[in-house]
Nanobody, 115 residues
Framework: QVQLVESGGGLVQPGGSLRLSCAAS????????MGWYRQAPGKQRDMVAG???????NYASSVWGRFTISRDNAKNTVYLQMNSLKPEDTAVYYC?????????WGQGTQVTVSS
């Protein structure tokens, strides 16, 4: 069992920045892909960004050039730096990790972009 602890959400004005963090509790199992998803009210959960253990990254087109995903393998932690935030980025953001024993989700952290 892997537990994920997310932090860093909050309220920010348009154009502002936030940094999300997600730490995995378990280090005995290989963590392959770490990623961030988001779900706005009334919408499906969509992938925002992902990063492999080797550092390969992919992003949703809507966040390309504004968000940066990174990871610290020694700390089993993934980060999402979000810049130039827009109101349409408002959502609950979920961390996801793909491990050698399964896929796990964080509890979600609210990001609200509003003036």
């Amino acid at each position: 069992q892997v537990q994920l602890v997310e932090s860093g959400g909050g309220l920010v004005q348009p154009g502002g920045s936030l940094r999300l963090s997600c730490a995995a509790s378990e280090s005995r199992f290989s963590i392959n892909v770490m990623g961030w998803y988001r779900q706005a009210p009334g919408k499906q959960r969509d992938m925002v960004a992902g990063i492999t253990s080797g550092g390969a990254r992919n992003y949703a087109s809507s966040v390309w050039g504004r968000f940066t995903i990174s990871r610290d393998n020694a700390k089993n932690t993934v980060y999402l730096q979000m810049n130039s935030l827009k109101p349409e980025d408002t959502a609950v953001y979920y961390c996801n990790v793909e491990t050698s024993i399964g896929s796990y989700w964080g509890q979600g952290t609210q990001v609200t972009v509003s003036s």
